[in-house]
């Protein structure tokens, strides 16, 4: 069962993400990211990118990474998917009603929402 | 606000994706995928990346790319993130709880969920 | 020893690429993607990159990929990247002049050539 | 015409690459990615691979990057290749002879080699 703090991150992290446009880029990584402008960010999404697939096939083949390790780039490449998005005045909500209209999932919802027929 | 329905996106599309193991390949572009294998898998999340970049690009030079097609390939980016996930057995919930640590979200969130102290 | 018909084969697939903006893009793979335009050929470039990484880690590894197929996918980011410079007006010799500069070899080289000081 | 000394760039810079192998970690910068290995190696790749794309991009649509900047970043490219290639026992001449076999580069080599018929 999905908690209900649990399913609010992500509206959370736009939050947070969307504040950082006010923040000292000096003393804020995000913020910092904002002034270096989208190559820079753009640039991050291509090496979290890189590191998902380098930690994906070592936990793959049991080597150095750990399951957090793995857990952590794709943690890395999201975050910076939503700096990104934030930047160009989008959010993680345009991501997931993209997602919810490709694969039906409201449907699915609803149907699991749904009282059991008689 | 986050609707209840919006925020079970990522809950419905896990479970949407570990039913897909059970799928016919030939049937299910999913289920295609987990035959493939992982190489494959992480050959989508590459394409994908270079695809938000593009998108990313074009959008800002007010190109031939719209908003719906940079929404659409964050989309797909983290997607396919979530199908490699769920074939080395995790899914969006452990990428989450990540992401609540990293940036003290579920703080946040206590305290916009705690009634304003009088 | 370096042959000579070795070390012409970058100048060489130039000339092939600079003749394939004539060829017909229904019957060559080079003029089609001249045709489709600078995204598709970037879009090669960043599935080429993530092909030879995941070769690389496979012939790390010992596994199912072959010093050749780590070979190949080489070659083909390598050529790739010819065909983005082609279709921007620019070829190879303006990359070896460039590593040539970057790191010293044309003295390195020329050094080499000078026959030894008695 | 291709130069004596231009066309052995890349045989200069394998013998440069080989060498370092014997330096010290602490005082060159191929010889601490080495040290790092090949997980660092390959995150270069990635990086880079990124880089190209967005000077493209950029030199496309008449931005800030000039031309230089496109060939330093393909330069960058094929540069952490050959350094990857030989970390692994390999160089520059089993990429160009991948490619020579697949183009049929050196039947084009020698055809233009052969004197003019009489």
């Not at 703090?5 to 804020?28: F, G, W, Y």
């Not at 957090?68 to 999201?78: F, K, R």
């Amino acid at each position: 069962m999905e908690s209900p703090i649990h399913s609010d991150v992500l509206a959370a992290l736009d939050q947070v993400l969307a504040e950082r446009r006010e923040a000292d880029p000096d003393a804020s990584y995000v913020a910092d990211l904002y002034r270096r402008g989208l190559n820079r960010i753009l640039e991050k999404i291509g090496e979290e990118a890189t590191e998902v697939i380098l930690a994906a096939k070592d936990f793959e083949s049991g080597g150095a990474v750990q399951r957090d390790a793995l857990v952590g780039e794709v943690a890395d490449l999201w975050f910076h998917s939503l700096v990104m998005l934030t930047h160009q005045g989008l959010s993680s909500r345009e991501i997931l009603n993209c997602l919810e209209e490709r694969f039906g999932l409201s449907g699915i919802d609803e149907k699991a929402r749904r009282p059991a027929a008689r």
